[in-house]
């Protein structure tokens, strides 16, 4: 009866537990600049440096804080990625 009770505990609760912990440390990990977050306190800032275990957040123009990477709650939205070089060929460049 006891298994059972600790079976369905680990099922219940440290399970789900473990999960979010791993998403949050995976979305910590992947911050990068241009990236818009929520600290665990509200405040919405722009990512403009990260260094190993901390984040310069951007939270007013030409205002910087420094945050420790588990005070970011959430990303609101990612910074968008520079987009692939386009070449063109020397037959459509007209002068």
């Given at each position: 009866?006891?298994?059972?009770?600790f079976?369905v505990?680990?099922?219940?609760?440290?399970?789900?537990?473990?999960?979010r912990?791993?998403e949050?440390?995976?979305?910590?990990?992947?911050?990068?600049?241009?990236?818009?977050?929520?600290?665990?306190?509200?405040?919405?800032?722009?990512?403009?440096?990260?260094?190993?275990d901390?984040?310069?957040?951007e939270?007013?123009?030409?205002?910087?804080t420094?945050?420790?990477?588990?005070?970011?709650?959430?990303?609101?939205?990612?910074?968008?990625?520079?987009n692939?070089?386009?070449t063109?060929?020397?037959?459509?460049?007209?002068?």
């Open positions: 009866m006891i298994v059972l009770l079976g505990m680990y099922v219940m609760m440290i399970r789900p537990q473990q999960k912990r791993r949050a440390e995976a979305m910590q990990s992947a911050l990068g600049p241009g990236d818009e977050v929520v600290t665990i306190g509200g405040l919405y800032g722009t990512v403009t440096g990260v260094e190993d901390a984040v310069l957040l939270i007013a123009p030409g205002v910087q420094r945050y420790a990477r588990p005070a970011i709650a959430r990303v609101v939205t990612r910074a968008e990625l520079p692939e070089p386009v063109e060929d020397a037959d459509t460049v007209k002068e």
